[in-house]
């Protein structure tokens, strides 16, 4: 893979040791790409170990704390990324809102709050990106969102995180058609079920029989497709949602 050098990525839900978001910030920087990540409800110490973390690699980077369900929340960030940084050739929609709901507690609010994260910002996101873009010249430019495999199965007790999740499917492969023009590939990753923030030992012994491989997937098995949808070496691949799951059965 020929590394990006010289780039600047912006990724999303970069907020704690071992989520993706952390897990794509390293990977990307060790190829030398500069970056700029946003992160909510994380520990300030925390969050300025991980920036020299990142700095010690050779790279820029910036972080800003953000509330993704704001209205204003793509332009913001886009404003401030671009006053310290500079504009970004990859956007890695990363970050998401999720609580448990079935048809017994799903509500408006649950709804709407979903909603603002997983289809309102990252559509903000994508689109403000492609503006940007198309004002600053760049050769080639990246964007991947990311799904939970919505397109393969039922997820029962998550209706709203699933729809919402699922909605970034369809607005992946349209837009994808609308940028291609631009040089900005727009594809979607199903990592699968990741051992990260959010398992529990009970919800790793219950999965792990339901991977072929013996495993569980990681961050950093998130990071690696991730970054090669957002090299060079990717650049014929674009409307496409990916499942990267390790062959992970359902049912």
Not at 37 to 66: P, Y
Not at 140 to 147: D, E, F, K, L
């Amino acid at each position: 893979m020929r590394h990006i050098q010289k780039k600047i990525a912006l990724i999303t839900g970069a907020s704690s040791q071992r989520d993706i978001g952390t897990a794509i910030c390293r990977k990307l920087a060790s190829q030398g790409i500069n970056i700029f990540f946003t992160h909510w409800n994380s520990d300030a110490v925390w969050v300025e170990k991980f920036q020299q973390e990142i700095l010690q690699m050779g790279v820029r980077c910036e972080a800003m704390k953000i509330d993704l369900s704001d209205v204003n929340a793509a332009f913001t960030i886009f404003e401030e990324m671009s006053d310290k940084l500079g504009d970004p050739s990859i956007l890695i929609n990363n970050a998401a809102h999720s609580t448990s709901n079935d048809y017994v507690s799903l509500d408006a609010k649950a709804l709407d709050d979903h909603y603002a994260v997983n289809m309102r910002s990252t559509f903000l996101l994508c689109v403000e990106f492609a503006r940007r873009f198309k004002k600053s010249h760049f050769e080639s430019g990246r964007i991947i969102n990311m799904t939970s495999g919505q397109d393969l199965g039922p997820m029962p007790g998550e209706l709203a995180y699933a729809a919402t999740k699922g909605a970034i499917s369809a607005f992946t492969r349209s837009i994808s058609q609308e940028l291609a023009s631009l040089g900005i590939t727009v594809n979607a990753v199903n990592p699968g079920p990741t051992d990260s923030t959010w398992m529990t030992d009970d919800i790793r012994n219950f999965l792990l029989p339901k991977f072929p491989m013996g495993r569980l997937g990681t961050p950093d098995d998130a990071a690696r497709i991730i970054a090669f949808l957002a090299s060079d070496e990717a650049e014929w691949i674009t409307g496409q949602i990916i499942h990267s799951e390790g062959g992970f059965i359902r049912g």
